[in-house]
Structure formats: C-alpha cells, structure tokens
C-alpha cells in the first residue's frame, strides 16, 4: 500500500463514528453512533423494502431495530426483521424514549425538524411531519 492510501485510510479510521452510551428510563444502557455510510445503507434498504410493499414511512421500531448497536459498535440485529418484530412488542413509552434519543444521537432528529420547517413554509395548509429517515 502506497503511504497514500495508508494516509487516507488513517482519515476514514478517524473519521468512523463513535459509539455512545445512553441509559433510557425503563429500559437501560443502549448503544448508538452518527450514522455511517453502512448504517445508511441498512436503513435505505429496509425503506426500499417497506416502499415494494406500499409503505411510505418507515415504523418507529423498524428505525431503531437499524441504529442500536452492541457494545462494540456492530449492529445488535443482523437479522433486521427480528429486530424490528422484537421491538414492536416492547412497551410504546420506552420505544418512544430509544427513538427520540436514536434522533439526537444520529443528528436525524435535527434533519427531521428542518424539512418539517421547509415543509410547512413551502406548503400552506398541509401538516408538517417527519419524513421517512434516510
């Protein structure tokens, strides 16, 4: 490898974002990071899953089932329809609390907030909401 590549390869290493540690009431210690490249592409793949079957949102367990991470920083679910089956099931409080707090640690929550503002000054009348995270 030319030092090149093994500088750039340094950057990305640097750059690969960190895993947090949050403790959610009711529910206890969860792992979370930024989103990566990787962590897009999971939740673009679960999107374009849930569009063949006519559903234009992805549900609030789906999303958190794709960020939540093990202690390492991989993902908890390999298996993502498990994943989100086992979080459906889980009390719709503490679910709410995962998700609110997967948005502030992803920085979608901040995304979120700026299309719904773009959303309701560029559309009169409609209801501004969240769009599908990608």
């Not at 939540?68 to 889980?90: V, Y």
Request: contains cysteine; charged residues 30%.
């Amino acid at each position: 490898m030319t030092d090149e590549v093994s500088e750039f390869m340094a950057r990305c290493a640097a750059a690969e974002p960190k895993v947090e540690a949050a403790d959610i009431e009711g529910f206890g210690r969860v792992y979370l990071r930024r989103q990566s490249g990787e962590d897009q592409w999971r939740l673009l793949t679960v999107q374009s899953e849930l569009a063949s079957k006519g559903r234009d949102r992805v549900p609030v367990a789906a999303y958190v089932a794709v960020v939540l991470l093990k202690s390492d920083g991989s993902p908890m679910f390999d298996d993502l329809e498990a994943g989100f089956q086992t979080l459906s099931r889980i009390d719709s409080t503490i679910l709410g609390r995962l998700y609110e707090h997967a948005l502030r640690v992803t920085g979608l929550g901040e995304r979120a907030v700026e299309d719904a503002e773009k959303k309701s000054s560029s559309s009169q009348g409609s209801e501004p909401g969240m769009n599908s995270p990608s």
